[in-house]
């Protein structure tokens, strides 16, 4: 019943804009933090922003701070990631996912449910 499910992604070039966005269904959305991950091929999965359940806690990894931007909207039961700057580097499946752990994690683990991811592409 649990559904994430990412919109935004898409092929763009090096110094452009994107707004992905997770609209969230079949869960207590204010009750769960939540977090955007990132792979590229044969990477793992890295660790990009969170959020906190009421919105007013932020964290952003330290190789994307500057041009990430994490919020969410609990009316609309959606969190969004707003990436400025878009560097081939950030080419990757962008994921979603809920986490009911209270304390703060960067870690896939520590997160219940996830999207199906949204590709961005970025060429120089």
């Known amino acids: 019943q649990v559904q994430l499910v990412e919109s935004g992604g898409g092929l763009v070039q090096a110094g452009a804009s994107l707004r992905l966005s997770c609209a969230a269904s079949?869960?207590?959305?204010?009750?769960?933090?939540m977090g955007w991950f990132r792979q590229a091929p044969g990477t793992e999965r890295a660790f990009v922003a969170y959020i906190s359940r009421s919105g007013g806690s932020t964290y952003v990894a330290d190789s994307v701070k500057g041009r990430f931007t994490i919020s969410r909207d609990n009316a609309k039961n959606t969190v969004s990631l707003q990436i400025d700057d878009l560097k081939p580097e950030d080419t990757a499946i962008y994921y979603c996912a809920a986490s009911s752990i209270i304390q703060r994690t960067t870690s896939p683990r520590g997160y219940d449910y996830w999207g199906q991811g949204t590709q961005v592409t970025v060429s120089s």
């Open positions: 079949g869960l207590m959305f204010s009750g769960y933090a």
